[in-house]
């Protein structure tokens, strides 16, 4: 079966960067490299906001990014091993799609 969109062969090389989903969008799409920018980093601007507003992220085929409390707990110092106390923060947790987990136990990436 032939794909209309270009080869993701080089996604798979390394990490995938925001400069390189700009690259396969500004290829892809009919759209300039500097809009490509904009639409990447406007993207993850959303997404960080909307998690520092407590809220869930939810992406379709892909998973969920959801904001976790943790409360206070004992901790240990690994440098002297003297008790200390591990304050409470808040977490991103991410729960992958059943797609996202089928495409990643795949032996071979899927094109």
């Known amino acids: 079966m032939m794909s ?24 892809t799409m009919a759209l300039t490299a500097r809009e490509c920018a904009a639409l990447v980093d406007t ?10 507003a407590g809220e869930d992220v939810n992406l379709s085929g892909f998973g969920n990014f959801t904001p976790r409390d943790k ?16 304050k409470a923060r808040r977490v991103v947790a991410f729960r992958a799609s059943p797609l996202l987990k089928k495409m990643t136990m795949a032996k071979e990436p899927l094109t």
């Open 71 to 86: 409360r206070a707990r004992p901790g240990r110092n690994p440098k002297n091993g003297k008790p200390v106390e591990i």
């Open 4 to 27: 209309l969109l270009p080869s993701t062969a080089w996604l798979f090389d390394m990490t995938i960067t925001k400069l390189k989903l700009t690259h396969y969008l500004s290829d």
């Open 43 to 52: 993207l993850f601007d959303t997404i960080r906001l909307t998690l520092a």
